[in-house]
């Protein structure tokens, strides 16, 4: 279902609906291969230039994909840009589930308290808005 709608979308990805949580759902789920061609299919076209949730999804997609391929190091900083990014325009659950992600990347990083910190603090704004599974 995932490849056909990357063929269907062609490139055409919305500048106003968010794609994280497909990329975030991907790495949950363990698709790193599926993950990487959602990322690579988000890429503009040679010329142009992807701006709003488009170009929010695909950077924290190159984080995940960064993390899955072990670059723990790549993955918190791009995890970190996406996370402030999102936070700084108001998306403040986008926000907070890109640092769930980050959390996870911090750990693998060797970072266990700054994770610690980063989680609790994700955790805490999603269990105020009752939100049992931040996909």
Request: aromatic letters at 4%.
């Amino acid at each position: 279902m995932v490849a056909e709608s990357i063929d269907a979308v062609g490139g055409r990805w919305s500048g106003v609906i968010s794609a994280l949580p497909l990329v975030r759902t991907l790495h949950a789920a363990g698709e790193g291969e599926l993950l990487a061609r959602v990322v690579e299919a988000m890429a503009p076209a040679q010329g142009t230039e992807f701006g709003g949730k488009a170009a929010m999804s695909r950077l924290a997609g190159q984080g995940l994909v960064a993390l899955r391929e072990g670059d723990a190091a790549t993955a918190v900083d791009i995890l970190e840009r996406a996370a402030a990014t999102e936070r700084a325009l108001g998306y403040a659950f986008d926000a907070a589930a890109l640092e769930l992600d980050l959390a996870e990347a911090l750990h693998v990083a060797g970072e266990g308290e700054r994770a610690a910190v980063v989680r609790g603090g994700a955790e805490s704004f999603m269990a105020a808005l009752a939100c049992v599974n931040p996909l």
